[in-house]
C-alpha cells in the first residue's frame, strides 16, 4: 500500500504539479478557488492517486477537518511547505505582522505535527519533511525575522528528530536558496513599495539602493525552479534512511560552511549588499 503524503500550502509554488505526482497525494491549500491550475496538471491522477483538500495551517479547525477526509486520519509524510516571507527594517514592522511571520511559519507547522504525531507513534512509522531555507542555516540582511522564523524551526526539529528516531519517525529539514516562485517576487514588491514608518533615512537607503537591487541580481543569478527543489524533495520522501538535512543548492554550501569556519562573522557579510 502506497504511503499517504499528505502536502500543506499546494496552491502555488514549490508544492505544485511537481509533487503531485508522488504515488498516494493529499494536496492541500488554503483557498479551494485556486485548486484549478493543480487538477488540471493532475490529469488522471486526479481523484485516484491524488486528491485536492482544503487545509489553513493556522486555524485548528480546519486541520481537524482535513485529517477527518483522510482514512482513519493515516498521514505516512507530512510535507510543511506552507510559509511567507517578511523583509523590511526590523524599526518599520509591527509586532502583529512579525508574529503572523512565526505563526505561519513556525507555531502553525508544529500544530500540524501534533496532529500527526500520534499516529506515526502509534504505526511506529513516519516521516515529516520541512521547508526550511538556507535562511535557517545563514542570517541575511532585512531577511532578520523570516530568518529566525527558519532558525527557530531547524532547531525545533533537529530536537524532535532524536526523540522520533526511537518511534522509526524521521524528520527532514529541506533548505533551499531562491527558488522561481511568486514568493520572492511579492516579497520585494512589497518591501519595494512601503515607507516603513518611523525607520531612519539611511537604513531605508540600505534597503531601497543596495539590498534590494543586489537581492534581485542574486536571485537571478543563483536561483533554482520548483521543479528542482521538488525533485530533491521527492528524492528526501523515497530515501530508506531520510536525511535530517538537505541543502538543494549546492552554491550555498561555502555560505553556509562559513558560519562554523569564521566565528568572526565578517566573512559572511556579503559585501555587495554591506558597504565596509
Ligand atoms: P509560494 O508563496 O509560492 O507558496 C507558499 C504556499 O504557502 C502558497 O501556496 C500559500 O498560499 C501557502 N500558505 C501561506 N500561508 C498559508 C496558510 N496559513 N495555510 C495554508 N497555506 C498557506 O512560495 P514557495 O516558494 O513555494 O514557498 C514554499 C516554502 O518554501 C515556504 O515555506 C518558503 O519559506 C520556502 N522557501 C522558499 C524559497 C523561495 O525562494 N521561493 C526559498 C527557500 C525556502
Not at 529566525?148 to 525545533?156: I, M, P, R, T, V
Not at 528516531?165 to 527532514?172: A, H, K, T, W, Y
Not at 531612519?200 to 537581492?215: E, K
Not at 554550501?253 to 556579503?270: E, Q, R, Y
Request: glycine content about 8%; charged content about 15%.
Amino acid at each position: 500500500q502506497p504511503q499517504i503524503v499528505l502536502i500543506s500550502g499546494c496552491s502555488s509554488g514549490i508544492s505544485g504539479p511537481q509533487l503531485c505526482s508522488l504515488p498516494s497525494v493529499v494536496a492541500t491549500m488554503r483557498d479551494l478557488g485556486k485548486k484549478e491550475p493543480l487538477e488540471a496538471a493532475a490529469g488522471d491522477a486526479l481523484g485516484k492517486t491524488l486528491i485536492v483538500a482544503q487545509l489553513d495551517v493556522c486555524s485548528d479547525e480546519s486541520v481537524a477537518q482535513c485529517l477527518s477526509h483522510i482514512q482513519g486520519g493515516q498521514v505516512d509524510v507530512l510535507v510543511k511547505n506552507a510559509g511567507i516571507g517578511l523583509v523590511g527594517p526590523l524599526e518599520g514592522l509591527s509586532l502583529a505582522t512579525m508574529q503572523n511571520v512565526f505563526d505561519t511559519n513556525f507555531f502553525r507547522a508544529i500544530r500540524l505535527v501534533q496532529a500527526v504525531l500520534p499516529g506515526m507513534k502509534r504505526r511506529r512509522q513516519g516521516h515529516i519533511v520541512v521547508l526550511s531555507s538556507v535562511m535557517g542555516l545563514q542570517g541575511v540582511m532585512f531577511n532578520d525575522v523570516y530568518a529566525a522564523s527558519k532558525f527557530a524551526l531547524e532547531g525545533f526539529f533537529e530536537s524532535l528528530s532524536i526523540q522520533l528516531r526511537q518511534f522509526n519517525i524521521f524528520i527532514s529539514l529541506v533548505e533551499p536558496g531562491p527558488v522561481v516562485t511568486d514568493f520572492k517576487d511579492k516579497l520585494l514588491a512589497q518591501a519595494a513599495s512601503s515607507e516603513f514608518p518611523g525607520t531612519d533615512p539611511d537604513t531605508l537607503g540600505y534597503l531601497q539602493d543596495l539590498y534590494l537591487p543586489a537581492s534581485r541580481e542574486l536571485f537571478h543569478s543563483v536561483v533554482q525552479s520548483p521543479w528542482d527543489v521538488a525533485q530533491v524533495i521527492a528524492k528526501v520522501i523515497s530515501s530508506s534512511r531520510p536525511p535530517l538535512r538537505k541543502q538543494t543548492n549546492s552554491r550555498y554550501h561555502p555560505l553556509v560552511a562559513l558560519k562554523t569556519l569564521d566565528p568572526s562573522g565578517s566573512l559572511c557579510l556579503p559585501r555587495c549588499v554591506w558597504p565596509r
